[in-house]
T-cell receptor, first 114, second 112 residues
Framework: ETGVTQSPTHLIKTRGQQVTLRCSSQ?????VSWYQQALGQGPQFIFQ???????GRGNFPPRFSGLQFPNYSSELNVNALELDDSALYLC?????????????FGEGSWLTVV | GESVGLHLPTLSVQEGDNSIINCAYS??????FIWYKQESGKGPQFIID?????DKRQGQRVTVLLNKTVKHLSLQIAATQPGDSAVYFC???????????FGSGTKLNVKP
C-alpha cells in the first residue's frame, strides 16, 4: 500500500462529456503529479501541483486541468472527452525535491471513452 | 484487472536465473533515473534509482547500471522469482522536480 488513493477506479464516459478524477495524497506529501498511461505504453506526465499551484505541465491541451486543495488532495478534470483519452490515469504524491524513492503512485483510474 | 503490458517487448527467464532489462533514454540533460515495476491492475512501484554522477547502484537483488555516453540504462535482477513477473519501466528526469519521462516498458515473464 502506497497511501495514495484514487477514485473512481473505473468509469465509462461518452465522447464530449467531462470527467473529474480524484487523488488523496500520502500524509505529509505536498506535491501531486498526474500521468496518463495508454494501453501498452509508459505513463506520460500531464502536470504537477505544488502547494496548490500548477508547477509544470507536459504536452497536454488546456482541456486537461487540475486542482490541489489545502490538504494536498488533488483533482484532474478533462473536458470535451475524446476517444483517445481512454487510458489509466495515475496520481503520484511526493515531497517536493526529496528524490524518487519518496514518490508513490496510486493504483489509477481507468477511463473508457465511448 | 486490465493489463498495461499489451504489445510490449517481453523477456522470458527461468526462475532462479538473472534478468537484464535494458532502456535507452533520450534526454542527455536528465540527471536522475528510476526503474519502476508495474503489476497488472496496479500503479508503478519504485525499485531503484540512480543519479547521473554514478554509473552503478545496487539494491536488494537489483542493480542499475548507467552509461551516459550511449544514454543507456539497465536493470539487473538476481535470482529472478515468479513475483518479479511484471512490466518494468525506466524513467528519466530532473532530480529536484518530479516530472519524469517514462520508457515504453518491458514485460518480464518468469517461468517456474
Amino acid at each position: 500500500e502506497t497511501g495514495v488513493t484514487q477514485s473512481p477506479t473505473h468509469l465509462i464516459k461518452t465522447r464530449g462529456q467531462q470527467v473529474t478524477l480524484r487523488c488523496s495524497s500520502q500524509s505529509g506529501h505536498n506535491t501531486v503529479s498526474w500521468y496518463q498511461q495508454a494501453l501498452g505504453q509508459g505513463p506520460q506526465f500531464i502536470f504537477q501541483y505544488y502547494r496548490e499551484e500548477e508547477n509544470g505541465r507536459g504536452n497536454f491541451p488546456p482541456r486537461f486541468s487540475g486542482l490541489q486543495f489545502p490538504n494536498y488532495s488533488s483533482e484532474l478534470n478533462v473536458n470535451a472527452l475524446e476517444l483517445d483519452d481512454s487510458a489509466l490515469y495515475l496520481c503520484a504524491s511526493s515531497f517536493q525535491g526529496a528524490g524518487g524513492n519518496t514518490i508513490y503512485f496510486g493504483e489509477g483510474s481507468w477511463l473508457t471513452v465511448v | 484487472g486490465e493489463s498495461v503490458g499489451l504489445h510490449l517487448p517481453t523477456l522470458s527467464v527461468q526462475e532462479g536465473d538473472n534478468s537484464i532489462i535494458n532502456c535507452a533514454y533520450s534526454n542527455s540533460a536528465s540527471d536522475y533515473f528510476i526503474w519502476y515495476k508495474q503489476e497488472s491492475g496496479k500503479g508503478p512501484q519504485f525499485i531503484i534509482d540512480i543519479r547521473s554522477n554514478m554509473d552503478k547502484r545496487q539494491g536488494q537483488r537489483v542493480t542499475v547500471l548507467l552509461n551516459k555516453t550511449v544514454k543507456h540504462l539497465s536493470l539487473q535482477i538476481a535470482a529472478t522469482q515468479p513475483g518479479d513477473s511484471a512490466v518494468y519501466f525506466c524513467a528519466e528526469g530532473p532530480y529536484n522536480f518530479n516530472k519524469f519521462y517514462f520508457g515504453s516498458g518491458t514485460k518480464l515473464n518468469v517461468k517456474p
